[in-house]
């Protein structure tokens, strides 16, 4: 399903504005964790993360695992260095009300696998 | 005239009994004894979120001296805040009234232990000197704060505190574990690297290029692990503004891990 197309099924709040071609980018694979170490080691490269962690190191690792936006659960909201850091690097940031588990079952419904499906 | 330096070794991180997860056993005297036996010159209380059995330990230490035991131990009043990230960071503090004056700040931020939370994660009892229980604390240490690792670092630094990064080489609780990568940024004074990980590994030489002082503590839960890991510290005398000085490099003062 292409990114644009998830976040409006989600109704994702958009914290970047959508990096030029992005929002047509097919994203098919996820992954969901709060520790980065984690994250860096089995994000798959294209893929979007769900995570309740907003420190300034979630961009540094998304950027480097290759992933193609970030999902922030249960309304956390990153500061503005972390979104115009996120912006720098050509990624996409969202939040939602939901939680992880909430936002992960809405995204598998839609098609997005993790990496052992 | 330069102050006469000396070597001093100190063991940084011990948990009182306070430390829903340490030892019974770890009551202010025992610690005092053990830590003597050990040969160790200081030690740190660094209880999970508080600070309220420091003052505890530091009255069982100077009895101690007056009543003519081996050796003289200087106890630092500490504290290991768990950030909402679930980074464990160190504070150590100028003196055991900052610790808990950083301690109060941090007790708002943890929530209540509920019913059965003894049973799961243990006791928190607040003790006197002499090792008696004179109550126990009703915040639930062992869970995190809600305070961001920049906040907590704030923190200790606005109680006159030194920041340092706890057993960075863990697979929990670490900055490494939990943040992935180190950020330069946060402010830290030192990082705490256990015994687990050795001076010649691999990941040593990556801990090195962090560009920070490296200390070593045991992170005692049980009286048979203090002083299993030490710090080697360049002073004047075993003090917190002595330690201050070692880990910023200044005066001839200086660390390394023992």
Do not use: W
């Not at chain 1, 109704?11 to 969901?32: C, I, K, N, R, S």
């Not at chain 1, 970030?70 to 909201?77: E, G, K, W, Y």
């Not at chain 2, 464990?88 to 610790?99: E, M, N, Q, S």
């Not at chain 2, 928190?124 to 906040?151: C, F, H, I, K, N």
């Amino acid at each position: 399903m292409k990114l644009q197309e998830l976040v409006k099924a989600l109704a994702l709040t958009e914290l970047t504005p959508v990096a030029a071609g992005e929002g047509e980018a097919d994203v098919t694979q996820g992954y969901a964790s709060d520790l980065l170490s984690d994250v860096l080691a089995h994000a798959p490269s294209g893929g979007v993360l769900v995570t309740l962690q907003v420190h300034l190191n979630v961009i540094a690792v998304a950027s480097h695992a290759g992933l193609r936006a970030v999902i922030f659960s249960s309304s956390r909201t990153p500061e503005d260095d972390v979104i115009s850091k996120a912006v720098d690097e050509g990624l996409s940031l969202y939040v939602s009300p939901a939680d992880t588990f909430d936002i992960v079952g809405r995204l598998y419904q839609l098609g997005v696998r993790g990496r052992t499906a | 005239m330069a102050d006469r330096l000396r070597y001093a070794t100190a063991d940084l991180h011990v948990h009182t009994a306070l430390s829903p997860c340490a030892s019974a056993e770890m009551t202010p005297p025992a610690i005092v004894r053990a830590a003597l036996a050990r040969g160790l010159d200081m030690i740190a209380i660094c209880d999970h979120n508080s600070a309220r059995n420091v003052a505890a330990v530091q009255e069982a230490a100077a009895r101690g001296a007056q009543e003519g035991h081996e050796g003289r131990l200087t106890v630092l009043a500490g504290m290991e805040i768990s950030s909402a990230e679930e980074v464990h960071v160190l504070g150590l503090f100028p003196d055991a009234t900052a610790a808990e004056a950083a301690g109060v700040e941090i007790r708002r931020t943890l929530p209540e232990a509920g019913d059965g939370y003894g049973a799961f994660f243990g006791e928190q009892p607040l003790m006197s000197a002499d090792g008696r229980v004179l109550g126990a604390e009703t915040a639930a240490l062992a869970l995190a704060t809600s305070l961001e690792l920049d906040a907590v670092v704030d923190l200790i630094k606005r109680h006159g505190g030194l920041a340092v990064a706890a057993h960075i080489d863990r697979k929990a609780f670490s900055v490494f574990s939990q943040l992935g990568f180190f950020p330069a940024e946060a402010g830290f004074d030192a990082i705490e690297v256990t015994r687990f990980t050795g001076d010649d590994s691999p990941r040593m030489a990556g801990f090195r290029a962090l560009g920070l002082p490296i200390t070593s503590s045991s992170d005692s839960h049980y009286l048979e692990d203090i002083g299993s890991a030490a710090t080697g510290l360049t002073v004047a005398v075993p003090s917190f503004a002595e330690v201050a000085l070692a880990l910023a490099g200044l005066d001839g003062r200086a660390v390394c891990r023992a």
